[in-house]
Structures are given as structure tokens and as C-alpha cells.
């Protein structure tokens, strides 16, 4: 059985899928096991096949157009980073183009086009998704979500927990640790989100418009600390599928766990925050 880049130290325990079917795998201490958890029911799913990494096929020039839309604000002041999503200061995200979106899958590029992530949709049943293909109720149900390299190992895990009204994500490392919660705080007028870990606030996403098309992050005191543009990919793609495409800019290198908490925020702007495009945008 394939190890899908587990460390050959890690514990023996439950850790998220690295072939994205399933929220959770048993690693036991050697290898991966055939045990598998979906929304805390367990069954069993013999880890064969690949792990999945969404890729959206498209012109480099165009990513590369979408850095030039977004601009250089805050950008130059540190060196790009090693090709991580943690550490690059540009991200480029490309939702795949879909006429009906049933699982949301993103491509995620560094500034110089080259794919480095992707967000993957994991941990859904058959039933769920035949609800977001006949109706518009899924908007209210749990929806959890992968960050993976491109060895479709996991780095964060990401869970929006059924809502009526507010959203919120958990944060989470491969191991299931929270680091963190993204928490709406208004429904009405410009979006906003708070940034928490540890009972403290550390920063917050606002929307700087009803539509909530392009966000400030901030830290606690204020401060931009990173930018979200969406970029516009032409009228016959924006009204006949749900592609989506936004630029990521980070200003500066962030500690824990604001590091996380601006990656899992600037990823899931989209796939989670906006789940309900109906209610954002």
C-alpha cells in the first residue's frame, strides 16, 4: 500500500484522506489502512488508486494577466517563497469550469503560472450530491474541503458546518488539529469575517462591497495584511458555468496561526465562504 506522502514518523491515528474520497483515513503507523470516516460514520475503502489533484487547464499568459489585474500593491516588499501556499506571495485560484458545480474543485498558481495546490471537495455522499444537482438546499449543508500539494497530500482541512444564516470554517491541520475558526459576523451589507484562534481575534476579512467581490484582510489592528481580487474571465463563462478566478496578494510572511487562518481564508473565499453565491453575490 501506497504511504501518499505520509512521514514515515507520523503516529498511528486518524489523519485527512490523502486521496480526497473520504474526510478521514487510518494511518497506522506504517501505512494507510482501509479504514475511512465521512461526516463521523466509519466504513471501510481499500486505499487504492491515485490521489486526486483538480487541475484546470489554461494559458499561462492568462494567470499571469490575472496578476496584472489585481496589481502589485504590497507585494514587492518580500521575496517569493518556495513554492508553498504558505510561502508564495502571490496565489492565483482557478475554480474548474463547470455548467453544474456538484463538487468544487479549484487550481491554485504561484505568479509565475505554475500550479503549486489545488482545493478539493471531500467526505460527500451520493445523496448530497443529488441535492446540489436537482436544488439550491445544499447552500445549508456541511461542506468540507481539502487544501493538497501536488502530491495530493492534505495541508489544511477545511469545514463549514451547516448554517441557516451566518457562516463560519474550522480550520483545521491534516491530523485533525484546529488552528483556527473563520466567523461571519453580518449578513446584511458588506461582509464580514473575524479571524480567531485560542479565543483571541486575530484579524478579519471584510468585503469592500455588497457583492463581496474583492476583500481586505487584516490583522487585529487594522492593518491589510492581504488582498483578494476576483478577476473577470468573460461574460459567456460568468453566465453559463460556475467558474471562478480571483488573485490572492499577500503583503507579508505571517507566524502561526495567522498564517493559516490567511490561507484557508483566502482558499475558501469561494468554495466555502460563498457557498451561497444567491447570498454574496
Same mark, same amino acid.
Given at each position: 500500500?501506497? #504511504?501518499?506522502?505520509?512521514?514515515?514518523?507520523?503516529?498511528?491515528?486518524?489523519?485527512?484522506?490523502?486521496?480526497?474520497?473520504?474526510?478521514?483515513?487510518?494511518?497506522?503507523?506504517?501505512?494507510?489502512?482501509?479504514?475511512?470516516?465521512?461526516?463521523?460514520?466509519?466504513?471501510?475503502?481499500?486505499? /487504492?488508486?491515485?490521489?486526486? @489533484?483538480?487541475?484546470?487547464?489554461?494559458?499561462?499568459?492568462?494567470?499571469? !494577466?490575472?496578476?496584472?489585474?489585481?496589481?502589485?500593491?504590497?507585494?514587492?516588499?518580500?521575496?517569493?517563497?518556495?513554492?508553498?501556499?504558505?510561502?508564495?506571495?502571490?496565489?492565483?485560484?482557478?475554480?474548474?469550469?463547470?455548467?453544474?458545480?456538484?463538487?468544487?474543485?479549484?487550481?491554485?498558481?504561484?505568479?509565475?503560472?505554475? !500550479?503549486?495546490?489545488?482545493?478539493?471537495?471531500?467526505?460527500?455522499?451520493?445523496?448530497?450530491?443529488?441535492?446540489?444537482?436537482?436544488?439550491?438546499?445544499?447552500?445549508?449543508?456541511?461542506?468540507?474541503?481539502?487544501?493538497?500539494?501536488?502530491?495530493?497530500?492534505?495541508?489544511?482541512?477545511?469545514?463549514?458546518?451547516?448554517?441557516?444564516?451566518?457562516?463560519?470554517?474550522? /480550520?483545521?491541520?491534516?491530523?485533525?488539529?484546529?488552528?483556527?475558526?473563520?466567523?461571519?459576523?453580518?449578513?446584511?451589507?458588506?461582509?464580514?469575517?473575524?479571524?480567531?484562534?485560542?479565543?483571541?481575534?486575530?484579524?478579519?476579512?471584510?468585503?469592500? #462591497?455588497?457583492?463581496?467581490?474583492?476583500?481586505?484582510?487584516?490583522?487585529?489592528?487594522?492593518?491589510?495584511?492581504?488582498?483578494?481580487?476576483?478577476?473577470?474571465?468573460?461574460?459567456?463563462?460568468?453566465?453559463?458555468?460556475?467558474?471562478?478566478?480571483? @488573485? /490572492?496578494?499577500?503583503?507579508?510572511?505571517?507566524?502561526?496561526?495567522?498564517?493559516?487562518? /490567511?490561507?484557508?481564508?483566502?482558499?475558501?473565499?469561494?468554495?466555502?465562504?460563498?457557498?451561497?453565491?444567491?447570498?454574496?453575490?
Amino acid at each position: 500500500m501506497t #504511504n501518499y506522502g505520509a512521514p514515515p514518523s507520523s503516529p498511528a491515528g486518524w489523519y485527512a484522506d490523502p486521496l480526497g474520497r473520504h474526510e478521514m483515513r487510518y494511518y497506522d503507523g506504517a501505512q494507510w489502512t482501509e479504514h475511512v470516516s465521512s461526516h463521523g460514520r466509519q466504513s471501510v475503502d481499500p486505499p /487504492v488508486g491515485g490521489s486526486h @489533484v483538480p487541475t484546470v487547464q489554461r494559458d499561462p499568459s492568462k494567470v499571469q !494577466q490575472d496578476v496584472q489585474r489585481a496589481g502589485q500593491a504590497g507585494v514587492a516588499a518580500w521575496q517569493p517563497g518556495s513554492g508553498s501556499v504558505f510561502t508564495e506571495p502571490i496565489l492565483v485560484v482557478n475554480q474548474k469550469a463547470k455548467l453544474i458545480e456538484v463538487n468544487n474543485e479549484y487550481a491554485i498558481y504561484d505568479q509565475h503560472a505554475r !500550479q503549486i495546490a489545488a482545493v478539493r471537495e471531500v467526505g460527500q455522499s451520493a445523496m448530497k450530491k443529488a441535492v446540489r444537482l436537482l436544488t439550491s438546499y445544499d447552500q445549508y449543508l456541511t461542506h468540507k474541503l481539502q487544501v493538497v500539494d501536488m502530491t495530493g497530500t492534505p495541508l489544511l482541512t477545511l469545514t463549514r458546518p451547516a448554517k441557516v444564516m451566518k457562516s463560519r470554517i474550522i /480550520v483545521q491541520d491534516p491530523a485533525g488539529y484546529e488552528l483556527g475558526q473563520i466567523v461571519q459576523q453580518n449578513v446584511f451589507g458588506k461582509i464580514r469575517f473575524s479571524l480567531e484562534s485560542g479565543g483571541h481575534t486575530w484579524g478579519s476579512i471584510n468585503a469592500e #462591497n455588497w457583492r463581496a467581490w474583492n476583500f481586505s484582510i487584516q490583522d487585529h489592528t487594522g492593518a491589510e495584511i492581504a488582498r483578494v481580487t476576483k478577476t473577470w474571465e468573460g461574460l459567456a463563462k460568468t453566465m453559463f458555468t460556475t467558474a471562478d478566478n480571483y @488573485v /490572492v496578494q499577500v503583503h507579508r510572511q505571517l507566524e502561526e496561526p495567522l498564517r493559516s487562518l /490567511v490561507v484557508a481564508s483566502a482558499l475558501s473565499i469561494d468554495t466555502a465562504l460563498k457557498q451561497d453565491s444567491r447570498g454574496f453575490g
